[in-house]
């Protein structure tokens, strides 16, 4: 998949970045990179403390409400931090592997694009995002997974590609999206709710920090960010509202 570098389109000189030059930008992308090493951390920590993974994703994972022999467990119990710690918790190697990849392959274009703190906002805003749908549609249910926030990251750089002129199907971002929307529905045990989440609000993240500015030059550079980050603490707010609303959900 390419796009076309901001400076050169302005120039008249559209250069198109493509697989060949995907792996050399310019700037290294630290967030996407630091990002891949928590995940990674995280997993493999399942693996050394007490219980094993399965028991860290039981403490992290997703779930609106679960009465529990122990006490209930959830968010509607308390337990607000599972919103954004089960978007860094895997269920398997493939699992993680793949996510991991999806996140290199999308960070490599859109964080030198955005900035790195733009780019951090977009990936956290698509996860609470994600978070958000799964409480809405399959609240009882345990996810885990950075694939809201992963979805999110396809959901931003179609914003810019469309911002720059480019077709989304003149890359290969427009099948990435198409294969990984039929995998979502296709295979059971696969979080609907988190995919979907996270792809609409990584789209509205790409709006508000790409196109927006584009269209209102006298907005304050700072205003986009704020706003998307705003727009993050009303979605922690319905998270904990839906999980409220775990014996009658609202989607199902």
Same mark, same amino acid.
């Given at each position: 998949?390419?796009?076309?570098?901001?400076?050169?389109?302005?120039?008249?000189?559209?250069?198109?970045?493509?697989?060949?030059?995907?792996?050399?930008?310019?700037?290294?992308?630290?967030?996407?990179?630091?990002?891949?090493?928590?995940?990674?951390?995280?997993?493999?920590?399942?693996?050394?403390?007490?219980?094993?993974?399965?028991?860290?994703?039981?403490?992290?994972?997703?779930?609106?409400?679960?009465?529990?022999?122990?006490?209930?467990?959830?968010?509607?119990?308390?337990?607000?931090?599972?919103?954004?710690?089960?978007?860094?918790?895997?269920?398997?190697?493939?699992?993680?592997?793949?996510?991991?990849?999806?996140?290199?392959?999308?960070?490599?274009?859109?964080?030198?694009?955005?900035?790195?703190?733009?780019?951090?906002?977009?990936?956290?805003?698509? $996860?609470?995002?994600? &978070?958000? /749908?799964?409480?809405?549609?399959? %609240? !009882?249910?345990?996810? #885990?997974?950075?694939?809201? @926030? =992963?979805?999110?990251?396809?959901?931003?750089?179609?914003?810019?590609?469309?911002?720059?002129?480019?077709?989304?199907?003149?890359?290969?971002?427009?099948?990435?999206?198409?294969?990984?929307?039929?995998?979502?529905?296709?295979?059971?045990?696969?979080?609907?709710?988190?995919?979907?989440?996270?792809?609409?609000?990584?789209?509205?993240?790409?709006?508000?920090?790409?196109? $927006?500015?584009?269209? &209102?030059? /006298?907005?304050?550079?700072?205003? %986009? !960010?704020?706003?998307? #980050?705003?727009?993050?603490? @009303? =979605?922690?707010?319905?998270?904990?509202?839906?999980?409220?609303?775990?014996?009658?959900?609202?989607?199902?």
């Amino acid at each position: 998949m390419g796009f076309h570098c901001p400076e050169d389109a302005k120039a008249g000189k559209q250069k198109v970045i493509t697989a060949q030059t995907l792996f050399r930008a310019a700037r290294r992308p630290i967030v996407t990179l630091t990002l891949i090493a928590v995940n990674l951390a995280v997993f493999a920590l399942g693996y050394v403390v007490e219980g094993g993974k399965s028991q860290l994703q039981a403490d992290g994972g997703l779930i609106g409400y679960f009465p529990a022999a122990g006490g209930a467990i959830g968010v509607d119990a308390g337990e607000t931090y599972r919103i954004v710690t089960s978007g860094f918790l895997h269920a398997s190697l493939i699992h993680v592997g793949f996510n991991m990849y999806l996140l290199y392959l999308l960070g490599q274009q859109l964080e030198p694009a955005l900035g790195r703190t733009r780019f951090a906002v977009t990936y956290f805003f698509s $996860l609470l995002c994600g &978070s958000l /749908a799964v409480l809405l549609l399959e %609240p !009882t249910t345990l996810t #885990v997974g950075a694939s809201g @926030a =992963v979805f999110g990251l396809m959901g931003a750089l179609a914003v810019l590609h469309h911002s720059q002129g480019v077709r989304l199907f003149d890359t290969g971002l427009g099948g990435l999206i198409l294969i990984n929307l039929l995998f979502t529905f296709a295979i059971p045990g696969i979080s609907v709710g988190g995919h979907i989440g996270g792809l609409i609000g990584g789209a509205l993240a790409g709006w508000l920090l790409i196109e $927006l500015p584009s269209r &209102s030059r /006298a907005l304050p550079s700072f205003i %986009p !960010t704020a706003a998307v #980050v705003a727009l993050g603490v @009303a =979605v922690v707010g319905a998270s904990i509202w839906a999980a409220s609303q775990w014996m009658d959900p609202v989607f199902s």
